[in-house]
């Protein structure tokens, strides 16, 4: 009896590192399949909801965002973001301002180098079940958190045939729900221009806060 126990756990390990890899491997695969590219652009829905509030709340918003390498440019909840790498830039356009701060300073958790690195550290990994969307088959995979004090796991939904994200889904340890649906997704033949131009904003008028 305890040789088979043994056996049985043994093979439920052995199967639990596989599934692991495998998870890990997917996710790896998305990140630098979006790295290596010209250039994506999404268009995305961001939700936050928490059920266990006392007066429960449910927020959606939509948004944009164009990403290269490390750079992006996000249009989202009236504000303009562009990460050229180095530097952020905050666009206020009622007010004819930008904000310039640098990256490293940048305490935003979901960002969008959160959600292509998150996998490399601080998860457990494993593969969940598979769904179709619009006929095509999509792997979700689970990510336990085994550190953070705010997350408590995370769901990442891949389209199993071209590795492009679907849907990722946070789970908080105070019970919120933050929900990243990909709605389109473009993968551009030319390298967009994410850099700043000063002089062009300058002579519009805008105030450069640094």
């Known amino acids: 009896m305890r040789i088979l126990l043994f056996i049985l756990l043994a093979a439920t390990s052995v199967n639990a590192q596989t599934t692991a890899k495998e998870a890990k491997a997917i996710l790896k695969e998305v990140s630098d399949k979006i790295k290596s590219s010209a250039g994506i652009q999404l268009a995305f829905t961001y939700t936050f909801e928490n059920p266990r509030a006392d007066a429960s709340m449910k927020q959606a918003e939509k948004g944009s965002i164009v990403l290269a390498g490390e750079s992006y440019r996000l249009n989202f909840m009236g504000v303009d973001r562009l990460h050229d790498g180095k530097m952020i830039y905050t666009f206020l356009h009622d007010d004819k301002e930008v904000q310039i701060m640098d990256a490293e300073d ?65 789970k ?39």
């Open 106 to 170: 940048d305490d935003e958790g979901f960002t969008p180098g959160f959600i292509l690195d998150m996998y490399k550290e601080g998860f457990s990994y494993s593969l969940g079940g598979t769904s179709t969307v619009n006929g095509k088959k999509v792997q979700h995979i689970m990510l336990k958190s085994l550190k953070s004090p705010e997350i408590d796991h995370i769901e990442i939904q891949v389209f199993a045939a071209n590795k492009q994200m679907h849907k990722m889904i946070q």
């Open 172 to 210: 908080g340890r105070n019970g919120s729900i933050t929900t990243f649906d990909v709605n389109e997704y473009n993968e551009l033949k030319d390298k967009p221009n994410l850099t700043f131009n000063r002089k062009k904003y300058a002579a519009k008028g805008y105030y450069i806060v640094e």
